[in-house]
């Protein structure tokens, strides 16, 4: 049977690398979008990455303490996953909406002078 410990530190685990996709399939968006877009998508990764980065020292220090020491450290990483989950749905969001409004804007935008609309 697995202590709350191991079963803790696996979830923590798997939630990184699900998030580690959804940061790649965001990137892979951002490649395709427009210079100002990919600009700030740029400075929402950094942040991402430095929460990320924090994330993965809480997921060590829950590796090194004992069962004992481990509940402790549990609330500061759920703080920071906590933390990070808001980072990446705010970031996902921000770059859907701004995809979303960009064509928008292209669609209904007017046709210039001597050109046949789309």
Do not use: C, Y
Request: hydrophobic share 40%.
């Amino acid at each position: 049977m697995k202590s709350t410990k191991q079963g803790f530190q696996e979830g923590l685990e798997a939630e990184l690398k699900q998030w580690d996709a959804k940061v790649d399939g965001l990137k892979a968006k951002a490649r395709g979008a427009d210079a100002e877009l990919r600009a700030q998508f740029d400075v929402q990764l950094e942040n991402l990455a430095g929460t990320r980065a924090l994330a993965e020292e809480k997921l060590e220090e829950v590796r090194r303490h004992g069962v004992w020491a481990w509940e402790d450290l549990k609330v500061d990483a759920e703080k920071t996953l906590s933390e990070l989950r808001a980072l990446i749905a705010l970031s996902a969001s921000l770059f859907n909406q701004k995809e979303t409004r960009r064509r928008a804007a292209r669609k209904f935008r007017t046709p210039r002078a001597g050109q046949s609309p789309k």
